[in-house]
């Protein structure tokens, strides 16, 4: 299944056929320890950097992998997505890379730096009501007027772009007892659960949630997925309600997912600036509030986590570089 469409689940072999394919338009990022936070955690954390990817964050695999399959589909026409931010800019960059016009419908209180990036990757952003089923109707007027839509996480395309971080991170980070992502709509998640199960045969795969966007952790308690959920959280990237394909893998795949407080992500986004000096948005810190906040699930394990993206309004840091 080198070529999965959007209703089939892939696996390992479409994950590393996707590496190869946009391998040379995205950046390894690094993966770092800290052993003076490792003392404090009481693990080893490695935090695998992708706020330094080509527009700020993990999206830019994703989408570069759906535009390139859409070229090599004979597939025409203009993009169309919905985003709160860091699907958009990366969708928009691969499009005009691609010689396409996009089309982003954005939430009306997404981060203004977010909808600037959008714009300065070619992206013509379109504001909605903040809500997913906004989202998703202005996605659906664009499909009608003839866009080709590349969903920001629901999507087979997608999924795999997403699990190309575990091929680097397997080999930055070997042998791994946990890894850890943010869960959203749940593109990362999924693509990083069936690389890492399949590379690394007991592994655990954990997510971390906002107690404020906890509609995954929900779902899986009550064994369906939630449609509504009044979401509060800091972390926007994290909004988003858990698509069908991302939930079915997370049903299969991942062992658990923890919700973090808004307290602890602010707390984990100042450790992550006191210990490596690099700015993680709110989404991204979720990873080290788990661990934190959960500390008898990563005691004396290896624990390699993603720092999904950067992309941060430095006029509204919730907390100060002097912490």
């Not at 959007?6 to 320890?33: G, H, K, M, V």
């Not at 169309?80 to 939430?107: D, E, I, Q």
């Not at 906890?214 to 800091?234: C, P």
């Not at 720092?307 to 006029?315: K, V």
């Amino acid at each position: 299944m080198n070529s999965p469409n959007a209703e089939q689940i892939p696996n390992l072999d479409d994950i590393e056929t996707a590496y190869q394919r946009i391998r040379q338009d995205i950046r390894t990022t690094p993966a770092l320890s800290d052993p003076d936070l490792n003392k404090k955690l009481g693990c080893e954390l490695w935090l695998k950097f992708e706020n330094l990817q080509v527009t700020g964050s993990f999206k830019i695999r994703g989408a570069t992998n759906a535009v390139r399959l859409l070229v090599e589909r004979g597939h025409e026409g203009d993009i169309a997505t919905h985003s709160s931010g860091n699907h958009g800019a990366a969708l928009a960059r691969a499009a005009t890379l691609a010689g396409r016009k996009s089309w982003v419908v954005m939430p009306e209180n997404a981060v203004k730096s977010k909808v600037e990036s959008v714009r300065q990757q070619g992206g013509e952003v379109i504001f909605c009501a903040a809500t997913q089923k906004a989202r998703e109707q202005g996605l659906a007027e664009l499909i009608e007027k003839g866009c080709i839509p590349i969903p920001p996480y629901d999507h087979a395309d997608i999924i795999c772009g997403q699990g190309t971080v575990v091929i680097e991170l397997n080999q930055q980070c070997p042998d791994a007892d946990i890894f850890l992502a943010p869960v959203g709509g749940g593109g990362l998640i999924s693509g990083i659960s069936i690389a890492a199960k399949a590379l690394l045969p007991g592994v655990e795969v954990i997510g971390a949630e906002p107690a404020g966007a906890a509609d995954t952790a929900l779902s899986i308690s009550s064994g369906k997925r939630v449609v509504e959920y009044d979401v509060n959280t800091i972390a926007d990237g994290l909004r988003a309600l858990v698509g069908e394909m991302n939930f079915k893998i997370i049903q299969s795949h991942v062992d658990q997912v923890v919700t973090v407080s808004e307290e602890g992500i602010i707390n984990a986004m100042a450790l992550i600036w006191k210990h490596f000096h690099i700015l993680a948005e709110p989404s991204s810190a979720t990873v080290l509030a788990a661990v934190i906040e959960h500390p008898q699930l990563f005691a004396d394990k290896r624990v390699a986590a993603i720092i999904s993206g950067g992309n941060i309004d430095l006029n509204h840091l919730p907390f100060t570089t002097s912490q």
